[in-house]
């Protein structure tokens, strides 16, 4: 992101990034689903005074309110969470259309594998595994408990489905794992900077990106 760039954040929230990245950049465009966020987020605009930053309610799988080529960045960091496979090829058809060539790309997703990671955790295991789970996660790519409200994929795929719709992926990487939370949860704080180095090098790791419950996939036209 430099200071000159166009920026646009598709799953916006509330704008916590576009708050955050608003003095990086020459323009940044929050998009969201809920209205409600989106007012809160114009809110935070005025009372900020930001000219350079606005919000707007919109769909990440059909944008025609954006022209072909105009943005530099194109982040894309929860929509892909909530997403079948059938509607994730839309948005990665649609942030490739609106992003300029040679535009940089982030995408947000959530792993089958890292989710089951579940498995070892301590406040969960007396329930994980079980084949009803398993069922949904693999079979259908959905959560066992909300189907249909989270749904999950791969690296592998995830790569896939980008190059498909014209992009090249330049890294893939983990952002958290499941099965340490409940062990991270109990070390003292010498131990927990340790393991900081450890996860740093594991997120760096393509061989451990699938382990991670949520990674992040990044891309460029």
């Not at 893939?172 to 450890?198: H, T, V």
Request: charged residues 20%.
């Amino acid at each position: 992101m430099t200071p000159g760039a166009h920026v646009i954040e598709l799953g916006c929230a509330t704008g916590y990034y576009g708050m955050h990245f608003a003095d990086r950049c020459a323009a940044y465009t929050g998009v969201d689903l809920s209205p409600d966020n989106i007012a809160i987020f114009n809110d935070k605009i005025v009372a900020a005074g930001l000219t350079n930053v606005r919000a707007a309610v919109g769909d990440a799988t059909s944008l025609p309110e954006f022209s072909d080529s105009s943005f530099d960045v194109v982040l894309c960091l929860g929509p892909m969470y909530h997403l079948p496979p059938e509607e994730r090829l839309m948005v990665f058809d649609e942030c490739h259309r609106i992003a300029k060539p040679g535009a940089v790309l982030a995408f947000a997703y959530i792993n089958r594998l890292g989710v089951i990671g579940a498995c070892v955790h301590d406040d969960l295991r007396h329930k994980y595994p079980n084949a009803e789970a398993n069922k949904w996660v693999f079979e259908h790519s959905t959560d066992d408990l909300r189907p249909g409200i989270f749904f999950y994929t791969s690296p592998e795929e995830m790569e896939y489905d980008a190059v498909q719709n014209g992009l090249t992926p330049i890294k893939n990487c983990g952002l958290d794992f499941f099965f340490a939370a409940s062990a991270i949860d109990k070390m003292s704080d010498e131990q927990f900077r340790c393991y900081l180095e450890i996860a740093d090098r594991m997120s760096e790791s393509p061989s451990c990106t699938g382990l991670a419950n949520h990674a992040l996939l990044i891309c460029k036209k």
